[in-house]
Every structure is written in structure tokens, then in C-alpha cells.
Nanobody
Framework: QVTLVESGGGLVQAGGSLRLSCASS????????MGWFRQAPGKEREFVAC????????SYADSVKGRFTISRDNAKNTVYLQMNSLKPEDTAVYYC????????????????WGQGTQVTVSS
């Protein structure tokens, strides 16, 4: 069993930055793909970014390319999402996810999920 706990969310003005963290515990996730997803009120959950277990591959949604950066520190069992140039449309609950066999944007493929952290971007 894997437990994922997100942190770092908050309220920020448009153009600002936040860094989200996702700490994992339980069974190691050092060999797992780690992903970030988000869900805005009234909308479906959408893919944000993912990173392979050795950080060799990353993938981003078009809406965040060039603004967000995903990274991981396997020694700390933590994955990060650096979010720059934030826009009001980035407002959502951000979720961390992990899967040992899949790399990509399909949320249904991820086995483990955190509880989420709220990010609110004011205009």
C-alpha cells in the first residue's frame, strides 16, 4: 500500500508561483511513475504532468507547458510540481498519483492517489 500526501497549495495572485510537494510512504514509489492531476469545480479531472521513476521522461499537458516543471527526489520519496506564471484558470484541487507500470496522462491507469491540495489563483 502507498500513501501520498500533497502539500504546498494556497492562494496566489496571477503571475505568481507555487511549489507543490507530494510525499509518499508505505511501499516504495522510487520505481513508479508519479503524476499530477487537477480538478476545477464543475470540471472533470485533468492531467497536468508526469515523470518516470528515473526522471528520464516527463510529460506535460499543453496548458501548462513552459510554466510548470515536475521533478522528483527518490531519496526523499517526494515529487514536486513547480508552478510559475500562474493563471486564474489554474485554480483547482491538485492531486498526486503513482503507478508502477504506466507512464502517461490517463488517470484511470494510476493505482494510488493523494487527497489533494487546493490551489487558488486570483486575478
Amino acid at each position: 500500500q502507498v500513501t501520498l500526501v500533497e502539500s504546498g497549495g494556497g492562494l496566489v495572485q496571477a503571475g505568481g508561483s507555487l511549489r507543490l510537494s507530494c510525499a509518499s510512504s508505505g511501499r516504495t514509489t522510487s520505481r513508479s511513475t508519479m503524476g499530477w492531476f487537477r480538478q476545477a469545480p464543475g470540471k472533470e479531472r485533468e492531467f497536468v504532468a508526469c515523470i518516470s521513476w528515473a526522471s528520464v521522461r516527463t510529460s506535460y499537458a499543453d496548458s501548462v507547458k513552459g510554466r510548470f516543471t515536475i521533478s522528483r527526489d527518490n531519496a526523499k520519496n517526494t515529487v514536486y510540481l513547480q508552478m510559475n506564471s500562474l493563471k486564474p484558470e489554474d485554480t483547482a484541487v491538485y492531486y498526486c498519483a503513482a503507478d508502477s507500470n504506466y507512464f502517461g496522462a490517463r488517470g484511470i491507469e494510476y493505482d494510488y492517489w493523494g487527497q489533494g491540495t487546493q490551489v487558488t489563483v486570483s486575478s
